[in-house]
């Protein structure tokens, strides 16, 4: 029997989903300290401790470094110094997942060279480019319509569609005001026509199996999740086949803790998307008690070393987004919220950020109902929850 600790954990990024990771660790008993760009941030709202910083500036990454002296750091996004990890993981700080996975997965272009041309998994077929002309270039190879991405950048930001050769300069004019980090470059990837898309959550453990959550649907608009719902149809045949690559990626780099690893499903085959070394915004499904264990608690605990014996589907269940219709609302009102709650089996999570944004995910709308639930009609009823609750000024 091992002593359970109390253990300081510098969060890098505090926005929904650091806020529920942080709720998990207090839960634990464990110390956060929230760090991110602005002030007031959700996880912010829910710790012990705050920074506000530019986290891409290394000298103020070391300062809190040195100033908290955490045991754990938790990058929850991707605008981040993060070659710095790589010296404090050399010191003894454990990085979660590990120095290693955070500075693959938060630049697309180590990502989909580790899985395409180390692993070879199949992948939507790819170029890079870092100028406009390039981006033209790109397009040729690659083919019309196809999609562009910044290399760096969250929750679908930066991501258009080219469908003509007039979408060109829109898609990188865009991608440069969505990508973060200090060096502008994108990817153009082919367009798979795909039956779906899945998140598949998987735990890696330092002393256990690496363990995998029922797969979860999504549905996105502007590149950025607006439904996710778990489980999701499919064959066992395609099921394995991506369980397997999750493994096979996760293995390669290395640490503990939660992925929302991403695949794309046509009739018969699967192509590796993308990877999230941290909770997933899809997944926030699993708040809605569709699992034993959410996957905030799965993080926290393959974090912290504690044993997960199993993940369990408990439930059918779906999340709904809410968003903001406008820009500049500053500490918005949120009306309706006691209509939404009248509807059966009904959640909602209200995020807590301090101001909205055209389009801003401010909270979630959640349902549930048995494991053999008709899946459209629960994905018509999370809608429904979603679109009593209106933000408003005060």
């Known amino acids: 029997?091992?002593?359970?600790?109390?253990?300081?954990?510098?969060?890098?990024?505090s926005g929904e989903l650091g806020k529920e990771f942080a709720i998990a660790a207090k839960r634990l008993g464990q110390i956060v300290i929230a760090v991110d760009s602005y002030n007031d941030a959700p996880a912010q709202q829910v710790s012990d401790f705050r920074e506000v910083i530019n986290m891409?500036?290394?000298?103020?990454?070391?300062?809190?470094?040195?100033?908290?002296?955490?045991?754990?750091?938790?990058?929850?996004?991707?605008?981040?110094?993060?070659?710095?990890?790589?010296?404090?993981?050399a010191i003894g700080i454990k990085v979660v997942p590990s120095a290693k996975a955070v500075n693959y997965t938060m630049n697309r272009k180590?990502?989909?060279?580790?899985?395409?041309?180390?692993?070879?998994?199949?992948?939507?077929k790819f170029r890079y480019a870092s100028s406009l002309n390039e981006?033209?270039?790109?397009?040729?190879?690659?083919?019309?319509?196809?999609?562009?991405k910044p290399l760096m950048s969250s929750s679908?930001?930066?991501?258009?569609?080219?469908?003509?050769?007039?979408?060109?300069?829109?898609?990188?004019?865009?991608?440069?005001?969505?990508?973060?980090?200090?060096?502008?470059?994108?990817?153009?990837?082919?367009?798979?026509?795909?039956?779906?898309?899945?998140?598949?959550?998987?735990?890696?453990?330092?002393?256990?199996?690496t363990l995998f959550c029922p797969p979860i649907g999504h549905r996105q608009e502007r590149g950025d999740y607006q439904e996710s719902w778990q489980p999701?149809?499919?064959?066992?045949?395609?099921?394995?086949?991506?369980?397997?690559?999750?493994?096979?990626?996760?293995?390669s780099l290395t640490g503990s803790g939660i992925w929302g690893?991403?695949?794309f499903m046509t009739e018969s085959e699967v192509y590796f998307s993308e990877l999230s070394p941290r909770p997933h915004d899809t997944g926030m499904v699993t708040l809605a008690g569709t699992q034993n264990l959410n996957e905030f608690e799965l993080h926290l605990r393959a974090i912290l070393g504690l044993p997960i014996n199993e993940i369990r589907l408990l439930k059918s269940g779906v999340s709904s987004v809410i968003l903001a219709n406008e820009n500049g609302i500053e500490n918005p009102c949120y009306k309706g919220i006691?209509?939404?709650?009248?509807?059966?089996?009904?959640?909602?999570?209200?995020?807590?950020?301090?101001v909205t944004r055209k389009y801003r995910r401010m909270g979630v709308a959640l349902t549930y109902d048995e494991q053999d639930a008709d899946m459209n009609k629960l994905r018509e009823r999370a809608k429904e929850i979603s679109s009593k609750v209106k933000i408003t000024h005060k």
């Open 232 to 251: 999701i149809p499919m064959s066992e045949t395609q099921l394995k086949e991506a369980e397997h690559i999750a493994k096979l990626v996760t293995k």
């Open 338 to 354: 006691d209509e939404a709650l009248k509807i059966k089996n009904s959640d909602i999570k209200i995020f807590g950020k301090p």
């Open 56 to 89: 891409l500036d290394g000298n103020e990454l070391d300062r809190i470094v040195e100033k908290h002296k955490p045991d754990i750091i938790v990058p929850e996004i991707e605008a981040i110094r993060t070659e710095k990890l790589y010296d404090y993981e």
């Open 261 to 263: 690893v991403e695949f």
């Open 156 to 209: 679908g930001k930066g991501q258009s569609s080219i469908k003509s050769e007039s979408d060109i300069e829109k898609a990188w004019d865009y991608a440069c005001e969505g990508s973060r980090g200090d060096f502008m470059e994108v990817i153009v990837e082919e367009f798979i026509n795909f039956n779906f898309e899945i998140t598949l959550l998987t735990v890696t453990q330092n002393s256990g199996e």
């Open 135 to 148: 981006l033209k270039i790109a397009v040729k190879e690659i083919g019309i319509p196809c999609i562009v």
């Open 110 to 124: 180590a990502i989909r060279d580790l899985a395409a041309k180390e692993l070879n998994l199949r992948t939507a």
């Open 1 to 13: 029997m091992k002593d359970f600790k109390t253990n300081k954990i510098l969060l890098l990024g």
